[in-house]
């Protein structure tokens, strides 16, 4: 057998390397961190730290960036970035959106955390616009949903409970008796930081610069899109008007953008 008749029998059993998302699709990447339980609990103050909040915005701006995405999110160790339907990347073959994604991922938190930190990801993907909407809308229900359970539960692991009569004490407890407990101890859950119930979103605005034509010297204006984050999300419906609005209004970008945080 010569050498292209091997390789092309080789490169047949890469069974999957021929899956690729549905063109016209919307894709979402998720990533999410492996062993994050036990590198939070040994490096990071519980519930939230603020530390923890600057590394996953970071990797999620990366992932932003490298993927051209419209929209993006991120809570506790996941994040999530919406490409709109045109994206072409890497032929739209799931394993390098994948493994690309989740190596983008873990190199940003480690650089910026200084700790080794991996990520795995995932793929979903919707027929329209309304589907990502649902999408967003979930994750941020299921942020709410955990941010409650990370307060309840630490709050009793710092008055003394153990893990085991934390977890026992929290098994089968609806929102209202967590947020009951939480008062008990003079917590409002309302009063906590939004980021740390909703979430942080991140997207693309176009704004005026000036500069110079490098041509002539004159006087000009450049139109210039910078990645915001935002750590103030509405909820529900007026939260899911805002991705509309976002998702329906991006475009797709393959050049590498200047990132600023909004205020």
């Known amino acids: 057998m010569n050498a292209d008749d ?78 709109p339907p045109d994206c072409g990347m890497f032929g739209r073959v799931q394993e390098k959106l994948v493994s690309v994604s989740a190596g983008i991922a873990s190199a940003a938190f480690t650089s910026k955390a200084g700790l080794c930190a991996h990520f795995d990801a995932r793929i979903w993907t919707g027929a329209s616009a309304e589907d990502v909407v649902d999408y967003f809308s979930w994750r941020q229900s299921d942020a709410a949903r955990s941010a409650l359970n990370m307060w309840c539960y630490w709050t009793l692991r710092q008055a003394g409970e153990s893990a085991r009569q934390a977890t026992a004490a ?69 939260y899911r008007a805002m991705v509309t609005a976002t998702i329906t209004g991006g475009q797709s970008f393959s050049s590498r953008l200047s990132i600023s945080s909004s205020a």
């Open 6 to 83: 091997f390789a092309a029998a080789q490169r047949v059993r890469e069974w999957f390397h021929t899956l690729t998302a549905p063109p016209g699709m919307w894709v979402v990447i998720r990533v999410d961190g492996r062993g994050f339980s036990r590198l939070t609990e040994e490096h990071f103050v519980k519930p939230f730290d603020e530390r923890m909040r600057q590394h996953m915005s970071s990797a999620a701006a990366a992932l932003m960036t490298e993927f051209a995405a419209v929209y993006g999110c991120t809570h506790s160790d996941e994040i999530s970035i919406a490409l």
């Open 170 to 238: 929290l098994n089968g407890a609806t929102a209202a008796q967590q947020n009951e407990l939480l008062y008990q101890h003079g917590i409002n859950f309302n009063d906590i930081p939004a980021w740390q119930r909703r979430g942080i979103g991140l997207y693309w605005q176009t704004r005026e610069e000036p500069g110079k034509d490098p041509r002539n010297g004159t006087e000009t204006t450049a139109i210039r899109r910078h990645l915001q984050t935002n750590d103030a999300l509405p909820v529900k419906d007026e």
